[in-house]
């Protein structure tokens, strides 16, 4: 059964950092890119970026230059850090493989204040 819990979320200011976690089960982490995707209030769930098993990313261009997504194989863990933060992006974060399966965890919130 593929397991996906995220943390690390919570309230920063604008301009501040986070550092959210995702472990995965093993199942759906070793042979397939992993991405970040979130929703904000009000709005659809929207694609973040991506990594490739060997480490290979890419961003949308909102959070292109000021996120940054990372693994670590041995331990079946995608990281999403996230620099320079602004209001707008307020949002739970999920992790998934991409494409994304129907298996979604439960996500977890952030919340950046002006």
């Known amino acids: 059964q593929v397991q996906l819990v995220e943390s690390g979320g919570g309230l920063v200011q604008a301009g501040g950092s986070l550092r959210l976690s995702c472990a995965a089960s093993?199942?759906?982490?070793?042979?397939?890119?992993m991405g970040w995707y979130r929703r904000a209030p009000g709005k659809q769930r929207e694609f973040v970026g991506r990594?490739?098993?060997?480490?290979?990313?890419h961003y949308t261009g909102s959070v292109k230059g000021r996120f940054t997504i990372s693994r670590d194989n041995a331990l079946n863990t995608v990281y999403l850090q996230m620099s320079s933060l602004r209001p707008e992006d307020t949002a739970v974060y999920f992790c998934n493989q991409v494409p994304p399966s129907m298996y979604w965890g439960q996500g977890t919130q952030v919340t950046v204040s002006s």
């Open positions: 093993g199942s759906i982490f070793s042979v397939n890119d």
């Open positions: 990594i490739s098993s060997s480490g290979f990313t």
